[in-house]
C-alpha cells in the first residue's frame, strides 16, 4: 500500500477550473473544426486550429487525470481488509463445519455434530471521531478518513460474540487497534445507539457508535456505524437477549 499516496489524497485540493478550461477548449475545438474547418470561405484554415484546442483540451484533461488522486483508489484499499477481518472472525467464533453441512444438503444424509451456525452482522465506516485522523469529503460527495472501522458481532444462545478492529490507511502501524472477544449476556447491562462528536462526516445517515455496557455500567465495546433503519432494531435485539438471560438467571435463583 502506498501510505504517501493516500495521505496525498486527504490533503489533495485540485481547483475546478482546470478541468471547466479543458472541456471549453474540446467543445470549442470541434466546434471549429467541423463547423468552421469545412465551410466555403477559408474553412481550411480552421482545421488546425480547432484540432490544436481539441487536442490541447483532451491534454489537460489527462494531466488532471493522472495528478488527482481518484476516490475510487481510497475505496479499493477496502475489500481486502474487510475480507481478512471476516475470516478472523469466522474463524474465531464460527465453528459451523460448512462442508459436512453442504454434505448433507446434497445426499440428505444426517451428519454428527456439524457445529453451530451463527449469522454475524458486518459494520464497516470511515471514522469520523478520531482526534488523528485526516479527513476528506470527495469528489463523488461522499466523506472518508484515513482510519477506516470494521466491526461484527453475532448472537449465540448464551453470549455475543463481538470484534472490532481499526485500520489506518496513512500509516504502517496496523492494525490501529483490535478487539475480539465473546461475553455471556449475564456479564452485560446493555446496548444502545449513541451519537459522537464526529468532524469531517456530511453524509445523510447518521453517524453513530453502537456502545454494548457491562452490569456495572463500564463500556465492554463501542464502534462507529452508519445507523440506517437496521441500527435500532440490532440494538434492541442485543438488548431483548440480554433482558431473557437476566431474567432467566433470576427465575433460577429464585
Known amino acids: 500500500m502506498n501510505y504517501q499516496r493516500n495521505e496525498k489524497y486527504f490533503g489533495q485540493s485540485i481547483p475546478a477550473w482546470p478541468t471547466v478550461v479543458s472541456f471549453i ?11 468552421l474547418g469545412f465551410s466555403r470561405f477559408g474553412g481550411y484554415l480552421f482545421i488546425p486550429i480547432g484540432l490544436c484546442m481539441a487536442v490541447a483540451g483532451l491534454v ?6 493522472n495528478i488527482k488522486i481518484k476516490d475510487s483508489e481510497i475505496d479499493e484499499l477496502i475489500p481486502p481488509f474487510e475480507e481478512e477481518f471476516r475470516t478472523e472472525f469466522t474463524s474465531r467464533f464460527v465453528k459451523f463445519d460448512a462442508a459436512k453441512a453442504k454434505y448433507e444438503k446434497t445426499y440428505g444424509t444426517k451428519v454428527k455434530n456439524p457445529g453451530e451456525k451463527i449469522e454475524p452482522v458486518w459494520f464497516g465506516t470511515f471514522c469520523f471521531d478520531e482526534s488523528r485522523a485526516l479527513h476528506k469529503v470527495g469528489s463523488d460527495g461522499k466523506s472518508r478518513s484515513s482510519i477506516y472501522s470494521l466491526s461484527a458481532f453475532a448472537l449465540k444462545p448464551d453470549s455475543i460474540c463481538l470484534g472490532e478492529r481499526e485500520i489506518s490507511l496513512v500509516s504502517a502501524d496496523k492494525p490501529v487497534s483490535d478487539f475480539f472477544g465473546e461475553i455471556g449476556y449475564s456479564e452485560l447491562g446493555g446496548c444502545e445507539i449513541v451519537k459522537t462528536d464526529k468532524v469531517g462526516y456530511s453524509g445523510i445517515t447518521k453517524y453513530r457508535h453502537l456502545r454494548i455496557t457491562s452490569t456495572d455500567g463500564s463500556t465492554v465495546v463501542e464502534f462507529p456505524i452508519l445507523a440506517d433503519a437496521a441500527a435500532d432494531e440490532y440494538a434492541a435485539d442485543i438488548n431483548q437477549r440480554i433482558r431473557r438471560n437476566h431474567e432467566k438467571n433470576s427465575e433460577q435463583e429464585s
Open 25 to 35: 477548449l474540446i467543445a470549442a475545438g470541434l466546434f471549429v473544426f467541423i463547423f
Open 60 to 65: 489537460g484533461m489527462v494531466l488532471i487525470s
